[in-house]
Structures are given as C-alpha cells and as structure tokens.
C-alpha cells in the first residue's frame, strides 16, 4: 500500500564522514544504519555486495533521470563507492579545487566509461565547470599514456592557466606555434594542449597513443565532413570526450558527428541516422523518435542544468524591451521590404539570397539606421532601440554596476563602442570580438573582471562570446540584436550566469515591436519549448522557403506594434 513519509536528502558521499564516526549506539532510523554500514564495508568486496539485499527502500529511494522510477540499491551503492573512490583519487592527485557534488559525480561518470574502454560526451550546460571535470578525470586516471586537450586557439592560454592552478604538479605541454615539436617521448600523465586548426595538419598527434583526448568545445566537429571531425577520428585513444553545452545547436545531424567522433557506430550511419530519427524528429516532431533517440544516446551524454545542480547561483531575471522605431527607420523599412518585393525574389539559390540580404537589411535598420546606411558615427534620435539602450546602459554605470552587450554585428558594436565612449565620459568602452588577438581578448577579460577603473560597460561579439570567456562580475547582460538560435543568445548569458557569480543577473532582450525582430522572439519561444534533443529547424532557411505571400507577412511592419 502507498503511503506517505517524512523524508530528508542528503547528499550521500559528502555525508560519508559523519555515517564513518556515528555511534553505534546513536538512535538513527534503519536508512541511516544502512548507509553506515555501507560506508564500514567500502573495502570488503562480498559484504558490501550483499548489503543491497537488505536495504530499506526508503534508503534508495532517490527518481532517476527521467523521473518515473527509483534507483535499485544495487545502482545506488555502486554509485556511491565509485564516488568515494574518485574523491580518494582526486586527493591523493593533489587537485587544488574543493569540487561540488555534481561535479564529482561527473568526473565519475567520466571514469566509468573510460574504463570500459567508451567515449561520452559531457554537455552541462555553459557555466558548470566541465574543464574541471575533465582535468580531474585526466589526473584520477594511472598514468598509462599521455593525454590530449583539443581546443580552439583562444583557449590555449585558458586551458595552461586551468591546468597550472588546479593540477600544478602535472606536466603540461602546449603544442602550438611555429616552432612546436613534440617530445619523442611523452611521460605516462603528461597532458599537450593543441588547437582545432593544428589537428587538421599536424600528422605527429595521430601517431602517439594517447590514454584520453579531450575534444572542447565539440561544436568544432559538428560538421562530418570538416577536417577537425575526421582528424579527431583519426587520433588512437583509449577514449575520446566531447565537452559541449550544446551537443545540438541546429540540427540532429550535428548530434550524430560529435556522438560518431566519440564512438563510432553506435548511432549507426548518417543516412540511416537520418532516416530514423532526423526526418521523424525535426519534420514530423516525432515523440516516439525522440524517446529511442535519448534511450540509445543517455548512456555516453551527460546533462546537468544550473536548475538541477546549482540551485545556489543566484536567479536569472529576463526582461524584454520592447523599443519603437524612428520616423527615420519606419521610411528604411518599408522602402526595403516595397523595394525587395517590387523587384520579385526570383527562384532556388537566387531567392534564398535575396530573401536573407533583406532579412540583413531590415535587421540593421532595426539596429540603427547608421549600420544600414554604412554611417562611421551613431547619432541618438535616430533608433529607439539605440536610444533605449545608451539610456539603460548609462543608468548601469552610474550605479556602478557592470554590464555586458551582445551584438552579432562587428560594425553595431563599434557604432556603439563609439556612442558610449562619448556618454559615459570615460576611457573608450571596449569591444571583444573575433579579430582581436588571444592575448587582447585576455587582457579585456581580466580587465573587466578585476580593474576597478576600467569600463563598466564591455561590448562582445555574440560569436567571440562562444569560448571561453568568465565574466561573472557583469550583473547585467543585454543582447542588442536577435540571433536565430536562442541556444547562442544563452550561451553568451552564461558568461555571467556561472559558477562565481554573486548576484542575481539581469537579461534585457531589445526587440523592436512589429518588425522581423518580433518573428525571432515568437521563434525562440516555439523553440525553447521543444524537449530534449530535438533541435529547431534552420530559421534562415524556412523564411528563403516561405511562399511570398506569407513571408511578406512575416517581413512587413505591423503598425499597430508601434505607433
């Protein structure tokens, strides 16, 4: 019969010891006594076995991933002496971090797999530490080979720097450079950081046998036909990991490279993949698919939310602006969609350009008329969307507040660069974006994070935002412009939004009313309303293939929005 009981949680391997030093003789329940003894028998292989048989159910009563079921005792006490044994190893590896359950946990997920010879892909979501997991996994290890990280070039210095101050003791080379040249003879625990570019040319990694590589930022293998995902399956490894916070930024078939580099075969073909899961999933929104599809791929992926296991960073506070257009920009507008309409749009490959040139354009009106019209200076009075943002973002620095500003567009955030620079009164407002170099980008970043007198304000590129960037003194985010995918726009929050951060953050989206702008934020919500895996479609390509009718619709100003 069902009943309900009173019942606490706790965190069974932080609790270890205090179970260790409880008395006998201490009035405890049954599922108290259990784990103590479990944690008396750690070393005795055969009582430790049966201890399963007798367990209270309310001693393992913890929902699985899904939650429709409680794990067995058997599972549960396998889980918790592999934990113990992992923090035993990652002690005794002298690692110079105090890592959080969760984080513990993931590490031993990770040596579990590696074990049995398996690769995995470790998805948390951005912000949660997953370098740390890996650099704990590569050091918890024997040491029976050297190990491989696998970064993009402006993660270099990021990946040494982790490495030198959590694993100090461990030897570190990066391969990169001109001049670079491996060892001959690469030391058993050694770890050689190399780039994505490098891997594509640099015939000696395939030829070492490495213990484990370590793959990150795996959006660089998304494509199976790029270079950087055949050289990954080319390096010989006792395992492979993928770290991602988004395994699935466009579509299923990216999925399928990360999971195929990882371990080949087991999602079968592409074109079988494809027939299976992409058509039923990303055309028909096949539930049935999409519960297969987590079946096969849970095994070897593992994906924790802030919401599940960093209940104590502070809240996410979203807001949407919504900003008017000018009598300036409502002319640009219209006379762009009349003009692009009046021309015809022509067919195939044709179409889908023309039809994305206009998207551009109105999505730089939209921005301000000076980025449209190729202007070298922003002047307010001329965008509401500019105009609300140099109030909001002025209001910021004078409350001595900190705050990032998203854009897509190099030339928007240089306009704005430019405006902000001269409101604030203050040295120039820097702008992080792709072309700067390694060493520039550092120097802004720790800058903002640690110089009182630098800019409150900090520009970046949404793209530069991607890799790599700890910008948890920011309390505030605004993205200035729309990206079709949200999983972007979230990944540059969580720039701010991770594991440091004291504050809650604020996040302003700037939409401006009746323009292609309000189509992104209806688009956003219908995707981050699908479950799971399931990616959305291709945005860009859905508009190229909307008949004209329709999309006129889609593109033309709706009055009522904004007057």
């Not at 073909?269 to 999933?281: E, K």
């Not at 929104?285 to 919401?307: E, F, G, H, Y």
């Amino acid at each position: 019969m069902a009943s309900s009981v009173v019942a606490r949680l706790a965190d069974l391997d932080a609790a270890a010891p205090a179970l260790r030093a409880l008395d006998q003789r201490a009035r405890v329940g049954a599922s108290v006594r259990a784990w103590r003894e479990a944690v008396l028998l750690l070393d005795d292989d055969e009582r430790f076995a049966r201890l399963a048989e007798r367990m209270p159910t309310a001693a393992h009563a913890v929902l699985n991933g899904d939650g429709n079921a409680v794990t067995s005792a058997p599972a549960l006490l396998a889980s918790f002496r592999q934990t113990l044994s992992t923090r035993a190893a990652l002690r005794s590896a002298n690692v110079q971090a105090e890592l959080r359950p969760y984080q513990v946990r993931g590490v031993t997920w990770l040596n579990t797999l590696v074990n049995q010879g398996i690769g995995g892909v470790l998805a948390d979501e951005m912000g949660l530490g997953k370098s740390l997991q890996a650099i704990c996994l590569l050091v918890s290890r024997p040491p029976v080979g050297p190990h491989l990280v696998v970064c993009p070039t402006s993660l270099l210095g990021n990946w040494r720097r982790e490495l030198a101050r959590f694993v100090p003791d461990t030897t570190v080379v990066v391969h990169h450079g001109p001049g670079r040249r491996l060892p001959p003879a690469l030391p058993p625990g050694t770890v050689v950081i190399t780039s994505y570019p490098l891997l594509r040319h640099d015939e000696p990694l395939t030829t070492v046998g490495w213990d484990i590589v370590i793959l990150d930022e795996a959006q660089q293998i998304k494509n199976p036909e790029a270079m950087a995902s055949r050289a990954a399956a080319r390096l010989p490894a006792t395992a492979r990991i993928a770290m991602t916070g988004t395994p699935v930024e466009n579509n299923l078939d990216e999925l399928w490279s990360i999971v195929n580099v990882i371990n080949p075969g087991l999602l079968g073909t592409r074109a079988r993949f494809r027939q299976r899961f992409v058509v039923p999933i990303e055309q028909r929104r096949s539930a049935r698919a999409v519960a297969t599809l987590r079946t096969i791929v849970r095994p070897n992926l593992l994906r924790r939310t802030k919401d599940e296991v960093a209940t104590d960073l502070p809240p996410k506070l979203h807001s949407t602006v919504v900003c008017t257009l000018t009598d300036e920009q409502i002319l640009l507008y219209r006379r762009a969609v009349d003009r692009a309409f009046g021309d015809g749009l022509g067919t195939g490959f044709e179409r889908s350009g023309r039809v994305l040139a206009l998207v551009t354009a109105l999505k730089q009106i939209c921005n301000h008329p000076a980025q449209f019209l190729g202007g070298t200076v922003a002047e307010t009075g001329r965008s509401g969307k500019f105009d609300r943002a140099v109030e909001m973002l002025t209001e910021i620095a004078k409350n001595q507040d900190r705050a990032l500003v998203f854009t897509q567009y190099r030339a928007m955030g240089e306009l704005l660069a430019g405006q902000l620079t001269e409101m604030l009164g203050a040295e120039a407002v820097p702008f992080l974006h792709g072309g700067l170099s390694a060493a520039r980008r550092d120097d802004l970043v720790r800058a903002f994070q640690e110089d009182d007198s630098a800019s409150p304000i900090l520009l970046v590129s949404l793209r530069a935002a991607g890799f790599g960037l700890n910008l948890t003194r920011a309390a505030h985010v605004m993205h200035y412009d729309r990206w079709w995918n949200p999983a972007v726009e979230d990944q540059a929050t969580d720039r701010a939004h991770r594991i440091g951060q004291q504050r809650s953050l604020s996040v302003y989206t700037l939409v401006t009313g009746g323009t292609i702008e309000d189509h992104i934020a209806r688009m956003h919500a219908a995707k981050r309303g699908l479950a799971g895996v399931v990616s959305a479609d291709d945005a860009e390509g859905a508009l190229t293939r909307m008949p004209d009718d329709e999309l006129h619709a889609v593109l033309d100003l709706d009055a009522g929005a904004f007057s």
